[in-house]
């Protein structure tokens, strides 16, 4: 059975690149989009069975795109690609429902296989590099901060660590913007920092992300 994928990134290139790549396989590109507004169209006219797309588009960029679409087409399952390993970027996708995060430079298996299993509804693999930063933001805390905040103001540390902001803590958390806000600004106080980069700093220094 044909798995049919929406394949967005804004350069021509790299969309023939994935088609050629698929060739021979159960995978087929049967739409393209040069940037987050045209990947969020197609994906409501085609109904593709999962969309691949790049991070950093012109226009609307990826993770945009990828709220809207999950917003929209809540069961379908889409893939982030990207040059890039920044956990930022991993972190934000990982937030905002994102079925895996992928490197263009990974191997044809490697990139095949995982695609295949997002296709399907299958979790990532355990060693992928979305399941590695989804369970740092998870992570229970580390005894050295266990008087200083509570766990569920570490979890909020960590997103704000990772570059999320507060609509993307309280979407990975399932938590309100507002609860969001209440829970950074209890942090601040209780570290001593003026700000979420001080707020950053701290933390890294710390590894806690």
């Known amino acids: 059975m044909t798995i049919k994928v929406l394949v967005a990134d804004d350069h021509a290139m790299l969309r023939s690149g994935l088609a050629c790549l698929f060739e021979g396989t159960d995978l087929a590109v049967v739409a393209e989009a040069a940037d987050g507004d045209e990947a969020v169209a197609k994906a409501l006219a085609v109904r593709p069975d999962i969309v691949v797309m790049d991070v950093r ?6 993770l945009l795109a990828l709220e809207r679409i999950r917003s929209e087409l809540p069961q379908l399952p889409v893939v982030m690609l990207s040059t890039y390993d920044n956990p930022t970027y991993v972190a934000r996708a990982v937030a905002l429902g994102a079925q895996d995060f992928l490197l263009k430079g990974s191997p044809r298996h490697e990139l095949l296989a995982a695609i295949q299993r997002a296709a399907r509804g299958e979790a990532p693999a355990p060693d992928s590099l979305l399941q590695k930063v989804r369970k740092s933001m998870e992570k229970f805390p580390k005894s050295d901060v266990d008087n200083l905040v509570t766990s569920r103001e570490l979890q909020v540390m960590r997103h704000v660590a990772l570059g999320l902001s507060n609509r993307e803590v309280g979407q990975s958390l399932g938590i309100s913007v507002d609860t969001v806000k209440e829970h950074v600004q209890k942090i601040l106080r209780k570290l001593a920092v003026k700000d979420r ?13």
């Open 57 to 62: 588009m012109a226009e609307t960029d990826g």
């Open 197 to 209: 980069t001080q707020l950053a700093v701290w933390a890294v220094r710390r590894g806690l992300v």
